[in-house]
Every structure is written in C-alpha cells, then in structure tokens.
C-alpha cells in the first residue's frame, strides 16, 4: 500500500505545507501565516500549522490517519523544550500517525543534499544556522542569533536613507527605492512615519530584494549591505565548523531562504570565500528546492525510503510554483487552501 507523508515550513512570514505519496507526487500544497513563535504557550502558532496541513491534506483527499510521518520544520524549535512542546500540540491535532519537529533550518539542510555531514545557513524574514558533524547530532544557533535575513537587510537600507539625509553616510541610489517602496516623499517623511509606528511591515520586508538590485546595479552603500550580511551568516558557520573540527573535512554548507535568491552574486561569493578561508575543501550549496520539500524527503528518511532520481524526478514536475513560496509581499499572503500546485522545472540533478 502507498504511504504518505507531510513536510511543513513554518517560519515567521510564511508556514507552508506538502502532502506525498512515496514515490514523490506532491498531492496538496497549502500555505498559512506566521508560526513562529518564543514563547512556551505554543498552541496558537501550532494551530496556524495544523490548519495549514489540514488544508494541504483536504486538496489531496487525505486524513491524518492516512499520513505514516509528519516533518515540521519549524522557526523558534531551537531547544528541545520547544520541540517537545510542538510535538504534543501538533500529535494531539490529529495531523500524521507521527510526528517530527525540526528547526525550520534542518529542513533547508536536507532541501539542499544527500549528504549526511555539513552545515547549513537558513536566511529568509530571519536566520539560523545549523551544525550536522559526523556523528549526527544536531546543533542549532537558534537563540544566539542576533543578526541575518531579510529584515536586517531591510533596517540598513532604511537606515543608509537617514544617514545620506543627515549627513553622516554617503549617497546612495538606495534613497530614491526605498522611499519609492516605502511610499515617503522625503526621508523625514519617512522617520517621522517610523516614530508614529505607521510603516507597513510587509512593505519593509520587500525592501531586501531591491538592496540586491541596487547592490548589483553598482552602489557601494547597498553593497556594503550586503557583504556585511555575507560575513555576518558566514560568522556563524565558520565558528561552527570549528566547534567541531570539521576544518579538514569534505561536506557541504547548504544555502537555503529567499535571501539567497536576491539578485546578483555578492552575497554567496562573500560567504563562500569566508568558508573556505576555514575549511577549502567544503562544498557551498545553494538550495534549488524549497525548505519544505526538505520536510519530505526527511519524512522519507524517517520511514526508511530510498530517495530516488525517479522520485526527485516526480517532486519537480508536481512541485507547486513560486507563488506558493513568495515572500515580495506582505508577511502573511496566501490564504492555506488555495490550489498552488503548479509544475517547476526542478530535475533530479538538484539533490
């Protein structure tokens, strides 16, 4: 008989949801709002997961009694604390026969390789980075993150726009799109908006792709941004190859979240040469597939199935499209229910 498994992507934009088989269909996809949460009550951003799965689940006609395993990559699962209270919110949900809580970085990691060893980098609205040695075991940043991903990135335009506007920076071709984004006419139009609370988080969230435009386009105040970024995730990676010595080794150090995808090659060319200053025989990866695919083939880990080119075949040509994964709008777009699947062109060639 055929099993079928969930992969969950909860972060603090987007949660998404995948059903499969086992021979790699994508059935239903379904994406929700925040789930992200620090706070031991976590009932109600497990509910915003719940939900999320039970609409990808009612799109492929299924029920949680016919999911063998649930893996639920999840922002704020940092200590096992968190995991376990996930796991008894989302087991009582009635969403899978088991249930797997993860970092949401551990599902980027498993998006990006077969390999059983490395370090990912996870950068989208936030970051994490996370440590797979040798020996297994998992460690996460988690908490100790106080820098990286979109919203940092979003700040220091803001902030490169005051600068130039008071003197102390320098120009910068980030004013005019900023502003233009942000809907100011002046940059103090726009700080007295800020003091009043009146900018619209998403919009500030959509800042981070057009730094990377203007980065690209030639301006040294947003590509100093970005390097910066570059050096900052790289930080966090060299420090954790070191931590175990795995300076010597070979194994890869996946790239996974829409930071990644901004335009130009700055940011990854910053963190790869930060990599191999530390360990020059590790492998930097970007991603192709999205962290939630990554909760699928986990899934498939956990039940023991061989993951396949055939399979990896079947993913990409069932896998839903970029609108599911989006994060150029607002921080919660796309209701959960909303028939996303779309054919991508993702070959067996990316895991």
């Known amino acids: 008989m055929a099993q079928y498994v969930v992969g969950v992507d909860g972060g603090t934009t987007k949660t998404i949801a995948l059903v499969a088989d086992d021979r790699g269909h994508i059935l239903g996809a379904a994406r929700g709002g925040n789930s992200n949460w620090t706070r031991p009550d976590v009932e109600i951003p497990m509910r915003v997961v719940a939900d999320t799965v039970q609409a990808a689940l009612a799109q492929a006609g299924l029920s949680g009694d016919d999911i063998a395993v649930g893996v639920f990559g999840l922002a704020g699962a940092d200590w096992p604390e968190d995991h376990e209270r996930r796991e008894r919110v989302l087991k009582k949900s009635g969403i899978a026969r088991q249930v797997i809580v993860k970092n949401d970085a551990m599902v980027g990691w498993r998006a ?197 080119d055939e399979m990896v075949d079947n993913l990409a040509q069932t896998m839903p499209g970029d609108e599911l994964f989006s994060t150029a709008g607002a921080a919660d777009t796309g209701p959960a229910g909303q028939d996303y699947r779309v054919s991508a062109t993702w070959t067996s060639a990316d895991l």
């Not at 335009?157 to 233009?180: N, S």
């Not at 947003?222 to 970024?229: D, F, G, L, S």
């Open 112 to 308: 990006g390789t077969r390999q059983k060893c490395g370090v990912v980098i996870a950068a989208g609205t936030g970051s994490n980075t996370c440590v797979i040695p040798p020996d297994g075991q998992e460690w996460c940043y988690g908490y100790y993150v106080f820098y990286g991903g979109a919203v940092d990135v979003a700040q220091e335009a803001i902030h490169a726009v005051l600068r130039q506007e008071d003197g102390r920076g320098k120009l910068t071709a980030l004013t005019e799109t900023v502003l233009g984004r942000l809907g100011y006419p002046t940059a103090e139009a726009m700080l007295k908006g800020m003091a009043a609370r009146e900018l619209d988080e998403g919009l500030v969230y959509s800042l981070c792709p057009l730094v990377f435009e203007v980065a690209d386009g030639g301006d040294d105040v947003a590509a100093e941004i970005i390097v910066n970024q570059g050096l900052a995730l790289a930080e966090y990676a060299t420090a954790a190859i070191r931590r175990y010595g795995m300076q010597g080794l070979e194994f890869d150090v996946v790239l996974s979240g829409s930071i990644f995808k901004g335009q130009g090659p700055l940011l990854i060319d910053t963190i790869t040469q930060a990599i191999y200053r530390v360990a020059p025989r590790a492998r930097v990866v970007h991603a192709q597939l999205e962290p939630a695919v990554g909760g699928v083939l986990l899934a498939y880990d956990a039940l023991g199935i061989t993951v396949t």
